[in-house]
């Protein structure tokens, strides 16, 4: 894209934002919540382009001046300042050039949203119970340090520790996009509490992170769904086991099946399992696209493929590999306690390149 066309559809688009701007604040638009929505997530999608696109426009004007002042200005003291500031701007406009080439991608839209996150022990028994439980402790650790809100909706413990399954919902910005790439199958090398002998042995947990769908992403027909109310189980205090709390939700025309236990009301558990429908139903559309894309890219095998393996946690070499893109970290005990941010920039760095080689 040459400088000239890319400086066309960047004025465009800043007359977009402009409009959409103005819209948002009409009433008539902010009566009408489900347009004030699309055009309130088109403002905040446009806002970095053209605040970048803005600061690219100043830093030509500014080298313009500085090559103007270094061909008429005599005095060397103001050529030798003129030649500085030529240099320090030339400098600014290929980054300036590739950050709005990379904004001007499309982007996954789902990206913005919260999330809901489902981690289940596979192969290995007890230890992939435990390793399940290791699994969401990092995730945990990992949102805490971001500030986003976790809330467990479910949870199967594992006989020895740990958990059969676990699913929580995340809030915060831009959480699945963050956490998109740790879909799949995570594997963990080590010598299991129970093994006598001291033999490394090998198990598996699944993790999937789906886009949580929004009021309205889906219409949901309550007539299609079928409620049972049951009593919690797991810690929770005297309420457990005593008190009908916990829900489960059926989608009869789907057989999508969800429950919450988490709140000790059922209004609560009812309204967080409502959530976690729609987002499972939601889903299943958006799989397609997930397929689709899963061949073109290899960091997103793990989405568009949750049985694919994804990442091996080794503890007796304390390191991590992420098979995507071949890298191996020996971190282990950092990543493990929350520290996985470097992995997740790697992935989003090798598929934002592999995003300009397909748009070239």
Not at 48 to 73: C, G, K, W
Not at 178 to 203: A, F
Request: net charge negative; aromatic share 6%; hydrophobic share 35%.
């Amino acid at each position: 894209m040459t400088n000239s066309v890319l400086f066309e559809k960047l004025e465009g688009i800043k007359v977009r934002f402009e409009e959409v701007a103005q819209q948002i604040t009409d009433p008539e638009v902010m009566s009408d919540m489900k347009r004030y929505v699309k055009l309130n997530k088109e403002y905040h999608d446009l806002e970095p382009v053209v605040a970048t696109f803005i600061d690219y426009r100043t830093v030509l004007s500014h080298l313009d001046e500085a090559r103007e002042m270094l061909q008429n200005e005599k005095d060397e003291e103001m050529r030798a300042m003129a030649q500085d500031e030529v240099e320090t701007l030339t400098a600014r406009i290929i980054p300036l050039e590739e950050t709005i080439k990379l904004l001007l991608l499309p982007s996954d839209p789902e990206d913005n949203k919260n999330a809901v996150m489902e981690i289940r022990a596979g192969t290995g028994g007890d230890e992939a119970s435990i390793f399940a439980g290791d699994l969401f402790r990092m995730y945990s650790r990992f949102c805490e340090d971001k500030g986003w809100k976790v809330e467990v909706t479910s949870f199967s413990p594992g006989t020895s520790g740990g958990f059969k399954e676990v699913v929580m919902s995340i809030t915060g910005a831009k959480v699945y996009g963050t956490l998109k790439y740790e879909s799949g199958v995570h594997r963990v090398q080590r010598v299991p509490k129970t093994e006598t002998q001291g033999r490394v042995h090998t198990s598996a947990a699944t993790v999937a992170v789906l886009p949580e769908a929004g009021e309205f992403d889906i219409e949901l027909n309550m007539n299609d769904i079928r409620k049972d109310i049951f009593c919690s189980s797991g810690p929770g205090g005297q309420s457990v086991n005593t008190t009908y709390s916990a829900i489960r939700l059926t989608h009869i025309p789907t057989g999508i099946v969800v429950q919450c236990q988490d709140e000790k009301s059922q209004i609560k558990n009812f309204d967080k399992a409502l959530i976690e429908l729609r987002t499972r139903i939601y889903n299943l559309e958006y799989q397609k696209y997930l397929d689709e894309i899963a061949s073109k890219r290899k960091t997103m095998v793990s989405t568009g493929d949750r049985s694919a393996k994804v990442r091996t946690y080794n503890y007796p070499q304390s390191r991590v590999t992420d098979h995507r893109i071949n890298l191996t970290l020996y971190n282990l005990p950092a990543i493990v306690d929350g520290d996985i941010q470097e992995l997740i920039d790697k992935l989003q760095m090798e598929e934002n390149a592999e995003r300009m080689k397909d748009s070239e």
